[in-house]
């Protein structure tokens, strides 16, 4: 067996339902003209982060990490939204990067100052949701998928129809409570592009959803993984790195992104309007970006790195991991998530509750 | 009554803080959230408050209508049913011997020294297929397998070829079961409060005029005890009534209540009017029922005085 234990918790899971969140942040920069104090505020994902990552930045700089968590992206946004309330660093995902440049809620990062972004690969240096990087830098990617228990199912579920179109795991599917998402791999498996907006056939998308409702056990609050170690469920559409951690635990767990394509995500990193300590911020996403911590943060939390350097010095055991980097040819069919403004938010919504009150 | 106005400086530092309190942090934030129920979306962030009442339009759509409706249902199953377990507790406690009271009270409102997170998974882990009480009554199967196999009747599969767990997770039932569990202290205490103060010789005096021991409860003990069950049933069914949480872990895909698509607007659906003229949809409905107590009130009052 491949040891790729991730001994972190989830990063989306318990938090989730609580909305709470530790506040200890430095409200204004005392003295914003002088040097910088020696002080970083960073808001991240839970277990996001390497071992020493932090006091490693530390030794290198002087420089005192705080670290905040929140549990999904909607908090974070909710969060900065009616003004920075002091952080330096976050980790918004490619859409709500997206949506946070649209809402100038982000600061164009100085290129000069981050040195190792030579170490990112090709792949990543030009997204559609920040042409050229201006704002962002990415962290961490993967994809959403499905997560399966092997002995429960006939061969390898590498469709999307076994949850969104077929009554043969009736009461044994979870699919994720996220509107977005569920409605966007819904357009995959009806053939169109995932950020398919043409009302219409969301509508159908959402049509779909409602005739499959009674076959689906759970729209999980992205607990899914612990659904299929539990047995509740033997099929859940899952972040790849929340299947990832169960399958350490149970080596009955697969995990597959179906062949319509999935959901490729991105974490990026990216400096808030307002941040106390943009050039400490520069320096951190610096220090995250170069080779050696890129490539302790991935060994620890077992999620993709963007980082070609990190990567180069990686083990097999993650490189090769199919569930953490799957072929090229199933990338090719995955596809990201960018940000379509209020009105698409409001009618995913929409759906979203129909579906729920059908 | 009138004493506070011989001792002004007492009421106004003892009736000051908690006033600013109220002012600050309750009824301003709320005033903000009123506002915003008549705003316009303008870009992902900007509002606008332009007195629309569009929000309160979209609001009434049978869709939400329809939401409502279903959480007034969630709601009033949990008060119907807390009712009917809290009632016997209560009585127990206060007919209880009076040392033990202290504790008996104790243990109901023990769940709230434990975070309403903690409790639900909790919930999750008694509840789920494989769960505490499926474990029980899969042991239970296995034993009386062993009980028919030792009276040779085991290759007749009489419970079945295997265990069947119970699925009680993941549906409504399991949300009432959740917001029963949550908000049953609620109802137990003002409950035992109406009913400590009950005179006991009035039961005795039912009796011995020859009721029955059904027939004195139903028209001594439960009249005398209807104010405690209206505080409790208001204490229960405000609060389930937003609930989110619950029907969120415990609910399957036909839960959703009012309060999650009022918790999807402040959140993913980023649509902050919108939510703000549900809760007070929201809020004006629980006025309402306030309004009933209160009225129920002045009318008890005027029969005293009659």
Not at chain 2, 65 to 91: C, D, H, N, Y
Request: aromatic share 12%.
């Amino acid at each position: 067996m491949v040891d790729h234990t991730p001994r972190r918790a989830t990063r989306r899971s318990f938090l989730a339902g609580t909305g709470a969140v530790a506040a200890g942040v430095t409200l204004l920069p005392k003295f914003g003209w002088a040097a910088e104090e020696k002080k970083l505020n960073f808001y991240n994902w839970d277990t996001y982060i390497g071992e020493t990552t932090l006091d490693d930045f530390k030794k290198a700089s002087g420089v005192e990490v705080t670290m905040d968590l929140f549990a999904d992206n909607d908090e974070l946004f909710a969060k900065l939204k009616e003004g920075n309330p002091g952080y330096d660093v976050i980790v918004p995902t490619n859409d709500y990067t997206e949506r946070m440049i649209a809402a100038n809620m982000l600061v164009p990062l100085d290129h000069a100052k981050i040195p190792n972004i030579k170490n990112i690969g090709k792949a990543f240096l030009n997204p559609a949701f920040d042409p050229g990087r201006k704002y962002s830098l990415p962290y961490m990617w993967g994809t959403v998928g499905i997560g399966y228990r092997k002995s429960r199912v006939d061969g390898v579920p590498d469709s999307w129809k076994w949850l969104y179109d077929s009554s043969k795991y009736a009461g044994k599917i979870a699919l994720l409570g996220a509107p977005g998402t569920v409605l966007q791999v819904g357009c995959k498996y009806m053939g169109w592009p995932l950020n398919e907006k043409d009302p219409a056939k969301l509508e159908k998308v959402a049509e779909l959803l409602i005739k499959q409702k009674p076959h689906i056990k759970v729209f999980a609050e992205d607990n899914g993984q612990d659904l299929l170690l539990s047995g509740e469920v033997d099929l859940t559409m899952e972040w790849n790195g929340d299947i990832l951690q169960v399958m350490a635990e149970d080596p009955d767990i697969s995990y597959v992104v179906p062949k319509e394509g999935g959901l490729l995500w991105e974490d990026t990193l990216a400096i808030p309007t307002g941040a106390p300590h943009p050039e400490n911020a520069h320096a951190f996403i610096n220090f995250l970006l170069g080779a050696e911590t890129g490539a302790a943060i991935a060994d620890f939390i077992q999620y993709a790195t963007p980082n070609a350097a990190a990567k180069a010095l990686m083990k097999p055991e993650y490189t090769g991991n199919p569930a953490i980097f799957p072929p090229d040819d199933v990338i090719e069919r995955c596809e990201t998530a960018i940000y379509q403004g209020p009105e698409y938010t409001q009618l995913v919504d929409r759906l979203w509750t129909r579906i729920g009150a059908a | 009554m009138e004493s506070w106005r011989r001792n002004p400086l007492v009421f106004w530092v003892t009736g000051l803080p908690p006033t600013a309190w109220l002012l600050l942090f309750f009824l301003v934030p709320l005033a903000l959230v009123w506002v915003l129920s008549f705003a316009e979306l303008r870009g992902v962030v900007e509002m606008e408050v332009t007195g629309t009442f569009a929000n309160y339009v979209r609001a009434l759509d049978p869709l939400y209508l329809q939401i409502f409706g279903k959480s007034f249902v969630f709601a009033g199953l949990t008060t119907l049913v807390s009712l009917v377990f809290g009632f016997p507790v209560a009585l127990a406690i206060v007919f209880a011997p009076r040392r033990w009271r202290a504790v008996l009270l104790l243990l109901v409102i023990l769940p709230f020294w434990t975070n309403l997170l903690i409790r639900t998974y909790a919930l999750i882990a008694v509840l789920r297929t494989r769960g505490f009480v499926n474990f029980t009554l899969e042991w239970f199967w296995e034993k009386a397998n062993a009980v028919l196999s030792l009276l040779g009747l085991g290759s007749f599969q009489l419970l079945g070829e295997r265990f069947e767990p119970l699925e009680l997770l993941y549906n409504n039932t399991a949300v009432v079961i959740g917001l029963v569990y949550v908000h049953l202290p609620f109802m137990v205490l003002p409950l035992y409060a109406s009913l400590e103060k009950l005179d006991r010789s009035l039961i005795e005096a039912a009796l011995d005029l020859g009721a029955s021991q059904f027939r004195a409860f139903a028209t001594v003990v439960v009249p005398l005890a209807l104010p405690g069950i209206i505080s409790g049933a208001i204490l229960v069914f405000i609060p389930a009534l937003g609930s989110f949480l619950t029907p969120d872990l415990l609910g399957g895909t036909d839960s959703q209540m009012i309060a999650n698509v009022i918790e999807r607007q402040f959140k993913s659906a980023n649509d902050w009017p919108f939510g703000s003229a549900l809760s007070f949809l929201l809020m004006y409905l629980t006025f309402g029922a306030l309004a009933l107590r209160a009225l129920y009130t002045r009318r008890t009052a005027g029969q005293g005085r009659a």
